[in-house]
């Protein structure tokens, strides 16, 4: 996964779930423009109760995602971004680097990415693997769509 977003639980039993919004499906191929978002996953609390949260720790969201930055001499640049709230968290953005020469699957936090075609304009890959955990530490569901 591209960051583990843990949902503290102040109480015991599930107070509700979290809902991961993806816009990628293992194993499918897929384009993307540059400057545009190759991975994007948005993270929202999805209470059962509204008094089942009462510090507000499934309240807010976090998004983070994976940007395509263009290609030079067959290194692709990439920018890792992450959002609280639909703000940009400076501290959480890392601009990488990566030499197809040497190999077409690229790996950031455990995702697996296959590169098929890289130009300045374009990128065309497939997610080939990613932990996608069931249940957050607390126990709480996450429901992927």
């Not at 059962?48 to 290609?71: K, N």
């Not at 080939?128 to 569901?141: A, D, L, R, S």
Request: glycine letters at 6%.
């Amino acid at each position: 996964m591209l960051a583990m977003v843990v949902f503290a639980c102040a109480t015991s039993g599930t107070v509700g779930k979290i809902i991961c919004e993806r816009n990628y499906q293992i194993g499918v191929i897929k384009s993307t423009n540059v400057g545009d978002a190759m991975i994007h996953r948005h993270y929202r609390g999805e209470l059962s109760h509204p008094w089942s949260d009462p510090f507000g720790e499934l309240q807010g969201t976090t998004s983070v995602e994976l940007i395509y930055g263009g290609v030079a001499k067959n290194v692709i640049k990439v920018l890792y971004r992450e959002y609280s709230n639909n703000l940009a968290r400076p501290a959480f953005s890392q601009e990488l680097q990566y030499d197809l020469d040497e190999s077409k699957i690229i790996v950031f936090r455990n995702t697996k990415i296959e590169i098929s075609e890289a130009t300045n304009n374009k990128l065309t890959f497939k997610v080939v693997e990613t932990p996608e955990p069931q249940f957050t530490p607390k126990g709480i569901p996450i429901i992927y769509r």
